[in-house]
């Protein structure tokens, strides 16, 4: 079994280059994330995702992760997949039938499985568990179920338990919570000043209910309450007190993309502090060849609790429930006009 370095590594387009194989090939990133570049028709990504396999040595199953949520950010569209709900879509059926609505998380994620599973696709950074509050920035908006803890808590639960029933690992975002940001961290970095025991009853909430999951990843946010000069993401004091202490969570923590501008200092900088302070792996999304070279030059193998929290997820795979796709569909439809 070959060993895997410490990042996820995005591609640029719709097939590999001769050079982003040597790279893949060169570095062995444990796995890939794909975006709306990346999507063409249902055999290009089925190809695409093969081909990133094949960079990989030794056997290693390489996970291949996605964004599909539903709502605005669902990465793969129409024709190939229906176009889906929000979360806040979702969480209006809860409001109306606290039962319906965990039931249509769950049937939503099982339909999510279906349309990856079949295209190679075998983990979804789903559910988002942030909790946002009135005048916060639409970052988070309507791809959270709900602005209250234990809605988002029920419904999270639900869908990464349909996720997990058709095969396809769950990732929860953004550990320990974004829902407070005034800033969309893809372009600078929000600040949340909230006193910690209001951030424990409210933001950390969903978190420490599924602390159980195996990956999450993590918040571009300064909670100054905490850690006053770094986002979570590069923060020890946040992941060791708050993430593995507070939360109790002991799986795979990726950092939120390593390109968004909420974080400082050039790509390697940024990949050096979100490995040495805590994360177990760099997410580099944008596949930016120049980029990618920086990130890769600061990320080691896995090793010691990262490697260890890395083999229970890839332990995890393979598991499907055989639910009936017709059924799951026609039962999700059924729920669909209390939206």
């Given at each position: 079994?070959?060993e895997?370095?410490?990042?996820?590594?995005?591609?640029?387009?719709?097939?590999?280059?001769?050079d982003?194989?040597?790279?893949?090939?060169?570095?062995?990133?444990?796995?890939?994330?794909?975006?709306?570049?990346?999507?063409?028709?249902?055999?290009?990504?089925?190809d695409?995702v093969?081909?990133?396999?094949d960079?990989?040595?030794?056997?290693?199953?390489?996970?291949?992760?996605i964004?599909?949520?539903?709502?605005?950010?669902q990465r793969?569209?129409?024709?190939?997949?229906?176009?889906?709900?929000?979360?806040?879509?979702l969480?209006?059926?809860?409001?109306?039938?606290?039962?319906?609505?965990?039931?249509?998380?769950?049937?939503?994620?099982?339909?999510?499985?279906?349309?990856?599973l079949?295209?190679?696709?075998d983990?979804?950074?789903?559910?988002?568990l942030?909790?946002?509050?009135?005048?916060?920035s639409?970052?988070?908006?309507?791809?959270?179920?709900?602005?209250n803890?234990?809605?988002?808590?029920?419904?999270?639960?639900?869908?990464?338990?349909?996720?997990?029933?058709?095969?396809?690992?769950?990732?929860?975002?953004?550990?320990?919570?974004?829902?407070?940001?005034?800033?969309?961290?893809?372009?600078?970095?929000?600040?949340?000043?909230?006193?910690?025991?209001?951030?424990?009853?409210?933001?950390?909430?969903?978190?420490?209910?599924?602390?159980?999951?195996?990956m999450?990843?993590?918040?571009?946010?300064?909670?100054?309450?905490?850690?006053?000069?770094?986002?979570a993401?590069?923060?020890?004091?946040v992941?060791?007190?708050?993430?593995?202490?507070?939360?109790?969570?002991?799986?795979?923590?990726?950092?939120?993309?390593?390109?968004?501008?909420a974080l400082?200092g050039?790509?390697?900088?940024r990949?050096?502090?979100?490995?040495?302070?805590?994360?177990?792996?760099?997410?580099?999304?944008?596949?930016?060849?120049n980029?990618?070279l920086?990130?890769?030059?600061q990320?080691?193998?896995?090793?010691?609790?990262?490697?260890?929290?890395?083999?229970?997820?890839?332990?995890?795979?393979g598991?499907?429930?055989?639910?009936?796709?017709?059924?799951?569909?026609?039962?999700?439809?059924?729920?669909?006009?209390?939206?």
């Amino acid at each position: 079994m070959s060993e895997s370095k410490a990042v996820i590594l995005g591609v640029g387009g719709i097939e590999l280059t001769a050079d982003e194989k040597a790279l893949y090939r060169d570095v062995q990133p444990w796995g890939f994330i794909l975006f709306g570049r990346n999507i063409g028709e249902a055999n290009q990504i089925s190809d695409l995702v093969a081909s990133l396999r094949d960079t990989v040595h030794g056997g290693r199953h390489a996970p291949v992760l996605i964004d599909q949520e539903g709502g605005r950010v669902q990465r793969i569209r129409e024709p190939i997949c229906p176009r889906y709900p929000s979360g806040a879509d979702l969480g209006a059926i809860y409001k109306a039938d606290r039962e319906k609505g965990i039931r249509a998380a769950w049937l939503m994620s099982r339909l999510h499985a279906f349309d990856l599973l079949r295209l190679g696709i075998d983990v979804d950074c789903l559910p988002v568990l942030d909790v946002p509050i009135e005048g916060a920035s639409d970052v988070i908006g309507n791809r959270a179920y709900g602005k209250n803890p234990a809605i988002v808590t029920d419904m999270g639960r639900s869908a990464a338990a349909g996720l997990k029933a058709g095969g396809v690992l769950p990732v929860m975002k953004h550990i320990p919570g974004h829902g407070r940001g005034m800033a969309d961290s893809h372009h600078s970095l929000p600040v949340v000043d909230t006193p910690l025991d209001e951030l424990k009853a409210h933001d950390f909430a969903p978190f420490v209910a599924l602390k159980d999951e195996l990956m999450a990843m993590s918040a571009h946010v300064v909670y100054s309450a905490i850690d006053p000069e770094n986002p979570a993401t590069t923060s020890a004091n946040v992941i060791e007190e708050i993430i593995r202490g507070y939360i109790g969570f002991d799986g795979l923590l990726m950092s939120d993309d390593s390109s968004m501008n909420a974080l400082k200092g050039m790509l390697g900088e940024r990949a050096r502090d979100i490995a040495n302070n805590g994360c177990d792996i760099v997410l580099h999304c944008n596949g930016n060849m120049n980029e990618m070279l920086e990130v890769v030059a600061q990320v080691k193998p896995l090793e010691g609790k990262s490697r260890e929290r890395a083999a229970r997820v890839l332990a995890a795979f393979g598991k499907v429930d055989g639910a009936d796709e017709a059924a799951v569909r026609a039962e999700f439809a059924s729920l669909l006009p209390m939206v």
